[in-house]
C-alpha cells in the first residue's frame, strides 16, 4: 500500500500537502529545498540500515519511516538518528495517515511495538555508570519529563499530567535534550532506553508515589 498508493493517499487528505517526491541522494536535497513539515522514507529509496543517510534527512524534516517487518528491532537506532517515527510497510491508510499528524501536530516519536520488546530485553536496562551519570544531570521534573516522552505524550499531554504550562513543558524538553546531548525526542527516548536511565527513572519515580 505505501509504496504503490502513497501519492494518492496524501493528494486526497485534506490536511496535508506533497510537495515532492525522490530517490536516494534526492530525496535529501529536495528535503533541504522545499522543507516540508514531513518527509516520508519507503524502502527501497532509504531503509533503516541508512542511518546515516536518515540522520542526515532528519537534521532538515521530521522523518517517517517505512520499514520491513524484519527491521522492525532496528528502530532504535534510526529513532537515534532523529527519525520520528517508525512503521510496518504492511500498515493500512489509516495508520500512516494518524501517525504523520501526531508527528507534525504533536511532535510525537513512534516506534514498533517490536523494537520496544527489544529494548526492554537489552542489558542496558539494569544499571550503568552511563544511566547514573546521565540521570544526575537531570532534575525532578526533568526526569518526569523523560519517563513521559518514553511513554509517547505529547507536550499537551505532558503539561497535563505535571499540571504546568505548555511553555514550561517546551523549557523542559528542551534543557532535557541538552543534558542528554541529543536533538530531538526520539533520540532522547533512545538514549534513555539504551543506557538503562529509563529503569532507574521508573524506579526512583516508583519509589516516590
Known amino acids: 500500500m505505501l509504496s504503490g498508493c502513497l501519492r494518492l493517499l496524501l493528494t486526497q487528505a485534506e490536511d496535508f500537502t506533497v510537495v515532492g517526491e525522490g530517490a536516494g541522494d534526492v530525496i535529501l536535497d529536495a528535503a533541504r529545498e522545499l522543507r516540508p513539515d514531513v518527509t516520508i522514507v519507503v524502502s527501497p529509496a532509504l531503509t533503516i540500515n541508512d542511518v546515516h543517510e536518515l540522520g542526515a534527512l532528519a537534521e532538515v524534516t521530521k522523518v517517517v519511516l517505512a520499514a520491513k517487518g ?95 504550562s505548555d511553555a514550561t513543558v517546551r523549557s523542559h524538553v528542551h534543557q532535557l535534550l541538552g543534558r542528554l546531548g541529543v536533538r530531538t525526542r526520539a533520540q532522547a527516548v533512545a538514549v534513555a532506553y539504551e543506557t538503562g536511565l529509563i529503569t532507574l527513572l521508573g524506579e526512583g519515580s516508583a519509589m516516590h508515589t
Open 70 to 164: 524484519e527491521n522492525a528491532h532496528r528502530a532504535v537506532e534510526a529513532m537515534r538518528r532523529g527519525v520520528h517515527a517508525i512503521l510496518s510497510q504492511d500498515g493500512s491508510a489509516e495508520d500512516l495517515l494518524q501517525v504523520l499528524r501526531m508527528v507534525v501536530i504533536s511532535d510525537m516519536m513512534i516506534m514498533p511495538a517490536a523494537a520496544a520488546l527489544e529494548l526492554r530485553r537489552e542489558p542496558g536496562h539494569w544499571h550503568s555508570d552511563a544511566s547514573q551519570h546521565l540521570a544526575a544531570k537531570l532534575s525532578a521534573r526533568q526526569a518526569e519529563t523523560m519517563l513521559l516522552l518514553a511513554q509517547g505524550c505529547s507536550n499537551v499531554q505532558i503539561a497535563e499530567k505535571l499540571a504546568v
